[in-house]
C-alpha cells in the first residue's frame, strides 16, 4: 500500500477572477496567499496556506462552477465565520450535522460550493 497525503487542493475560477478570489479566501476567510513558483506566475490564479495544506485557486478559460464537487473548511469558530460570510452578502445554507460536527454552505464568488463545519463534535 501506497502512504498518501493531501498536499493541495485546486478549485477553478474564470480568467480574471483573482482579485476576487484574494478576497473572499484572503480577505474574508483570513488565507495567507503564498508566492507562486516562477514557472507557475504565468498561468494566472493564486495560493492559500491552508492549514498544513495549500489551496490553489487556478485560472480556466472553460469556467463552470463545481456545484456538487467541493472543498470542506473545518474551524472552531463556526458561527463568527458564519455571521462574517453572510456579513459580506454571501448566502448560507444550513445541513445536516455530521457525526455530531454542526456545517453549512456557501459559494465563492464564482459560484463554486464550499463547505464549512465545525472541527470537533458538539456532542449532540
Known sequence: MVDLTIDHVQLAIPIGGEDAARS?????LGLSELPKPPEMVGRGGC??????QQLHVGVEADFHAAKKAHIALATDEL????HRIEAAGHATKDDSPVEGRYRFFAEDPFGNRIEFMDRVARGI
Not at 458561527?79 to 458564519?82: E, G, Q, S, Y
Open 24 to 28: 473572499f479566501y484572503g480577505v474574508l
Open 47 to 52: 495560493w492559500f496556506q491552508l492549514g498544513s
Open 79 to 82: 458561527a463568527a465565520l458564519r
